[in-house]
């Protein structure tokens, strides 16, 4: 059964960093796209940041563009996204998804049909 386990979200300072890790089980991450969305209260689910099977290339929403960073490891089957430089709006629940697709990946949400239960960051001082 195919699952995705997010960690890693807390609580930390504006200008501070944290890393998201998605762990996937029952399937080898590699060959799906992968997407980092994140929920705010009150707002829709938007893309962040994805990374497509195969060639690994990525993509990142304007306004997380040089702070986050997305990366893939593939021997431990896990997905990461390091934040730095967070801001106050940046707080929100993370979550990733799959898409099994061989194709560059998208930030559209509709797109992906597998997530994991979400990880809460909090960006406040």
């Known amino acids: 059964q195919l699952q995705l386990v997010e960690s890693g979200g807390g609580l930390v300072q504006p200008g501070g960093s944290l890393r998201l890790s998605c762990a996937a089980s029952g399937f080898t991450l590699r060959y799906y796209a992968i997407g980092w969305f994140r929920q705010a209260p009150g707002k829709e689910r938007e893309g962040v940041s994805c990374v497509s099977s195969g060639d690994g290339s990525t993509y990142y929403a304007d306004s997380v563009k040089g702070r986050f960073t997305i990366s893939r490891d593939d021997t431990k089957n896990t997905v990461y996204l390091q934040m730095n430089s967070l801001k106050p709006e940046d707080t929100a629940v993370y979550y990733c998804?799959?898409?099994?697709?061989?194709?560059?990946?998208?930030?559209?949400?509709?797109?992906?049909?597998?997530w994991g239960q979400g990880t809460q960051v909090t960006v406040s001082s």
């Open positions: 998804a799959a898409w099994a697709v061989q194709a560059m990946c998208v930030m559209s949400r509709y797109a992906y049909n597998s």
